[in-house]
């Protein structure tokens, strides 16, 4: 199922066209009951709340807002009183152009979202008929609210009027949509775990907050949870250990990122703005314009290094890259040399031309120790976590994003 009219599909330039248009429908507000002249005013009625648990990525507490969408919150409470988004996947996660993770189909229950992790969402409908399945009753368009971050869309077809079951989570703003979608309520708690969603992945179960409940069953899955956040704590791998004996003096004020490469996984790294704070700056200003989202690798060295940056790759293939140079672009600002840490491996670096200060966009990472490198090239970060993925790289793989991770220094 696919979420962009027509009318959308010029606002947003590299999306393609998708079978199904995205709905933001808005939220459904508490009562607008007037006093009486005398009596006192009712107490304001407070947004209900519903809890969704996503496995392997934790639970996020959801206000909704029945005051600007009345008919789509009812619509939507009702299908969660009834369980039907259990166990259903996010078949559709958009990292480029639109920011959304979408689920809702019932029909994706039976799917093995392992099969759908790896493909892009214009393939999933294609082969697992995943995208337009719903409960069958529909809603009209309520779209009066922007598309925030952590806000909740409602996706729907062609017709304004054909919201259903499938919803949105809006990753970053969305605001291209607003007035064609119904947003309907927002993220309130656990926008960390919204951050880690993947295409696959499975909801376990969405409550009405303060739902009457069977004490057993309620106790049941509170030690499910438990036990769930215990094993996810477990098997996360701890920071890798630096080799490199400068760093201590640098570590203070670490920032970390995560690097998204399609088809890879995700690399965890550590930035260190006191050992080349013009460097460090540079680069998170870059990655906080989206201007990472969708770059390819042009060189891949294996047993050296391999590098990406050049905003030129972004539209074409591997084929190209000769042709058009690819490899000296940048953002067109320079940072001076700071050449304070060694390239050791796993270590990322600032590439250059010949001149010492002409440092821009472009990075690699060390595929082994090149101290040779030291003193003339400046490496600025290192991989902390999910160091196996980089000797995995080829020429080609695309970028999907470099996060900048909210929270900033790590003491």
């Known amino acids: 199922m696919s979420f962009f009219t027509p009318s959308l599909r010029s606002k947003l330039s590299g999306v393609k066209p998708l079978r199904m248009a995205l ?5 459904i507000g508490g009562a607008s009951a007037i006093a009486a002249a005398k009596p006192p005013a009712a107490a304001k009625q407070a947004n209900p709340q519903v809890t969704m648990v996503i496995e392997k990525r934790g639970t996020v507490v959801i206000e909704l807002y029945p005051k600007d969408a009345p008919k789509t919150v009812a619509h939507f409470l009702d299908l969660v009183n009834k369980k039907f988004y259990d166990g259903v996947l996010f078949h559709r996660v958009v990292k480029s152009g639109i920011y959304v993770a979408q689920a809702g189909d019932p029909k994706s229950k039976t799917v093995d979202g392992a099969l759908l992790a790896d493909i892009p ?23 009066r609210r922007p598309h925030d971050r952590g806000t909740l869309g409602l996706a729907r077809s062609q017709d304004p009027n054909s919201g259903d079951s499938q919803f949105y989570f809006n990753l970053e703003a969305n605001h291209q949509l607003d007035g ?9 708690k656990g926008m960390e775990a919204l951050g880690k969603i993947r ?3 499975r909801i376990k179960s969405v409550r009405v907050v303060g739902a009457a ?32 004996p400068a760093l201590e003096k640098y570590r203070e004020g670490a920032i970390r990122a995560t690097l998204e490469i399609a088809n890879r996984g995700a690399m965890t790294l550590e930035l260190y703005p006191k050992a080349a704070p013009k460097t460090v700056e540079h680069i998170v ?9 969708g770059i390819k690798f042009h060189r891949v060295v294996p047993g050296f290094v391999i590098q990406a940056g050049d905003p030129e790759s972004k539209e074409i293939g591997p084929e190209a890259f000769e042709s058009h140079q690819v490899g000296t672009h940048g953002s067109g600002a320079t940072v001076p040399l700071e050449a304070n840490l060694s390239n050791l491996q796993d270590s990322l670096g600032l590439a250059r031309s ?9 990075f690699y990472i060390n595929l082994a120790d090149n101290t040779p490198l030291d003193g ?4 600025f970060g290192r991989i902390v976590r999910g160091a196996d993925i980089a000797p995995k790289v080829r020429v080609g793989d695309r970028i999907t994003r470099l996060r900048i991770a909210d929270s900033g220094a790590k003491k």
């Open 23 to 27: 709905l933001a429908c808005a939220l």
């Open 121 to 143: 969402s214009e393939e999933v409908g294609q082969k697992y008929g995943l995208g337009a399945g719903g409960s069958g009753k529909t809603v009209p368009l309520e779209a």
């Open 180 to 188: 064609e979608y119904c947003v309907f309520g927002k993220v309130v």
């Open 199 to 201: 295409q696959g992945d």
């Open 213 to 244: 409940k069977d004490k057993k069953a309620e106790a049941s899955e509170d030690d499910a949870e438990q036990t769930e956040r215990a094993v996810a704590q477990a098997r996360t791998p701890p920071d890798a250990p630096s080799r490199d």
């Open 285 to 293: 200003a870059l990655a906080r314009k989206g201007f990472y989202d």
């Open 354 to 362: 010949q001149d010492p200060n002409s440092g821009d966009s472009q």
């Open 376 to 379: 003339q090239y400046c490496v």
